[in-house]
């Protein structure tokens, strides 16, 4: 059996090109695209590394909707006709590869790591802090961001305003915020209680439905939300 995969290419103007590739029980849209690259055309622009999920490289649309490449199954699309074409909301690269810059610097924006004013205990540590479980399940969701860019690119806001620091970015600041050991809220609320931050979210959903990792990081931002409007009161 085979199925035709249709690549957005970007030289030298945006168009798709068609493909057919043998099908493999088990085969990803990953691996389509590779035998597509290795067998059938090597100059096909895309970016992957694990293979598995966890580093979030592989990013793209795949018939319409965010997905990774890698972890998602041609069985699962129930379609011999796949389109792939790079992630919205980034400017492309070449072909499948987008700029992740704006999206890493929003990430950086909202300080995504423990803050602690005892610095000296930073430097020479000597105790451990310790969180009960209940503490834990609070972020331990957020934890599992591995920045793979989908809900950014799902987000209808971040289309209409590239200063919305975006799903991602938002539910990592309430990642930090909503740990015990933390103690930069302020420098966060700062950076997302702004006239392009949290409220101009409004709610879509998209983020939450294409996240491969389970992670709702529409509720992070309506906790954030209501963290922020607890503290004007
Ligand atoms: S929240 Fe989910 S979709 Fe968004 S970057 Fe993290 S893993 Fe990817
Ligand atoms: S190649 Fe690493 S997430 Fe797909």
């Given amino acids: 059996m085979e199925i035709s995969l ?4 970007s030289t030298p103007k945006r168009h798709f090109e068609e493909f ?19 067998n059938l055309d090597h100059s096909i622009a895309m970016r992957y590394s694990c293979r598995m999920a966890v580093c979030g490289s592989c990013g793209m649309k795949v018939n319409g909707r965010p997905m990774l490449a890698c972890y998602t199954q041609i069985s699962e699309l129930k379609s011999n006709r796949i389109k792939v074409e790079p992630l919205d909301n980034c400017a492309i690269i070449r072909d499948l590869v987008t700029d992740f810059a704006e999206f890493f610097s929003h990430h950086k924006s909202v300080h995504p790591y423990l803050i602690r004013n005892d610095v000296k205990e930073q430097d020479n540590p000597v105790k451990e802090f310790l969180q009960k479980p209940e503490e834990v399940e609070k972020y331990l969701q957020y934890s599992y961001c591995i920045k793979c860019g989908l809900c950014y690119s799902a987000c209808p806001t971040v289309a209409a305003d590239k200063e919305f620091p975006g799903p991602q970015a938002l539910a990592q600041a309430y990642r930090y915020i909503a740990d015990s050991r933390d103690e930069g809220i302020q420098k966060r609320i700062d950076v997302i209680d702004t ?39």
């Fill in 6 to 9: 249709s690549v957005s290419r």
């Fill in 20 to 38: 057919t590739i043998p099908l493999q029980k088990g085969m990803t849209v990953l691996d389509a695209l590779i035998y597509a690259k290795e």
């Fill in 195 to 233: 006239a392009h931050g949290i409220a101009r979210c409004h709610f879509a959903g998209t983020c939450s439905s294409v996240c491969p990792k389970g992670i709702d990081p529409a509720q992070g931002i309506q906790l954030l939300r209501r963290y922020t409007l607890s503290l004007k009161r």
